[in-house]
């Protein structure tokens, strides 16, 4: 098969559907099928695997800022792609965000009659969505145009259907167990020093809730001094700011590592014994808990949806009620003490994680592009008409 895969998310910006896009390429393409990924981007993208019809701008999103395509152009330039391309499967990622996804399924059937327009919803937001809530009628039209509808978790399928009702397979993301779980990978040195190292990994947004893992770290370091918090993530304005304020205030043992590359990051989870990620909600599922998982480190996470659907707790992980920084404070003081409970959970979270290994999911999605494009294209397939039956002639 000849596979689009579209995100409307700028390429070069690190984020959860771009993982997710760029992992399932990698395992299409290994499966024999040709991919191709649509996406804007903010600069030269050295991949050839990439088309940018678009340069991205930044707009506020479900507590973050999504740098997404709205170049009044960029119609035009997606119907050449596709009529040049000519895809059997056009897979969209976010399929109503303005305006590349949109544009794509705008354009995809008359480019190609018999293509299947798949769709995977990956976001979750406990306060709603305006644009759904105030776009619903002009984006049922597009809605309409997706053959095969996705959510990576039960919470994204029951957000989505709050406004577009009907079906939704649920298809997760994917982690690369091998990648996370090579004996090979080497701890850092100047974090493998018999401290226990604590990990988070995210962006510095609001909704990750780092201010409050801070100040529960505080509590953890005060009780247990041979504690340390390590923040990787894609250094911004507020990561600055808080890795500033954190200096300036003399908190002790917390380490602040920005621009991490996609390679050196297992090193980080192989040089931690916890990982943390106290996110306030809008998760609708967590590939940072499953690379953890994956890592075979015990998970300390809040108590939202999209968390709880990846791990139970006490047995992958240990889940805490969200914005409360004395109780992370607590569980974490109690996981540092415990070695054996971090390796009961770090073992159960290994074995959950094959449950969302890459090679299962992306042989669950070629499964489904496969039923569709029988059941699309025969249901598209016109009936030819039958001769009406000829009376017998009468005989003499």
Request: aromatic share 8%; with cysteine.
């Amino acid at each position: 098969m000849k596979v689009a895969l579209v995100s409307p998310y700028d390429w070069l910006t690190p984020g959860g559907v771009n993982r997710h896009v760029d992992g399932l390429a990698a395992q299409l393409i290994g499966l024999g099928h040709q991919v191709k990924i649509l996406a804007p981007a903010s600069g030269p993208v050295d991949d050839a695997r990439v088309i940018v019809p678009a340069y991205p701008l930044p707009v506020p999103a479900s507590g973050s800022s999504a740098r997404i395509a709205l170049d009044p152009r960029l119609g035009r330039r997606v119907r050449l792609i596709l009529e040049a391309e000519q895809f059997d499967v056009v897979h969209v990622h976010e399929p109503l965000m303005p305006s590349l996804p949109i544009q794509v399924l705008r354009h995809s059937r008359a480019a190609n009659p018999n293509v299947v327009n798949v769709g995977t919803f990956h976001a979750r937001k406990e306060g709603g969505n305006r644009l759904y809530s105030y776009g619903r009628l002009l984006l049922k039209r597009w809605f309409r145009e997706i053959d095969g509808k996705i959510a990576v978790s039960p919470p994204a399928a029951q957000y989505v259907a709050r406004y577009f009702p009907g079906f939704y397979n649920i298809i997760p993301n994917g982690v690369d167990l091998d990648r996370w779980n090579d004996p090979a990978i080497e701890p850092l040195p100047y974090l493998d020093d018999g401290m226990v190292n604590i990990l988070y990994v995210g962006r510095a947004e609001k909704r990750k809730g780092m201010p409050y893992l801070i100040r529960a770290f505080g509590l953890v370091n005060a009780r247990l001094p041979n504690t340390r918090l390590v923040v990787v993530g894609a250094e911004s304005r507020r990561w600055r700011v808080y890795r500033d304020s954190v200096e300036e205030s003399g908190r002790r043992g917390i380490m602040f590592f920005g621009g991490v590359s996609n390679e050196e990051l297992p090193r980080f989870h192989r040089s931690a014994q916890i990982f943390c990620s106290p996110a306030t909600g809008n998760e609708s599922q967590g590939i940072i808990l499953l690379e953890a998982m994956a890592a075979g480190l015990p998970v300390v996470a809040s108590n939202i949806e999209g968390y709880a659907s990846v791990l139970t707790h006490e047995v992958e992980g240990l889940l805490v009620p969200p914005r409360d920084a004395d109780a992370l404070g607590d569980v974490l003081t109690g996981l540092v003490k415990d070695a054996a409970t971090r390796a009961r959970l770090g073992a159960a979270g290994r074995t959950r994680a094959e449950d969302y290994s890459w090679p299962r999911v992306a042989r669950q999605l070629v499964s489904y592009y496969e039923r569709l494009r029988y059941t699309t294209t025969a249901s598209r397939t016109p009936r030819v008409p039958q001769p009406e039956a000829q009376p017998e002639a009468a005989h003499a």
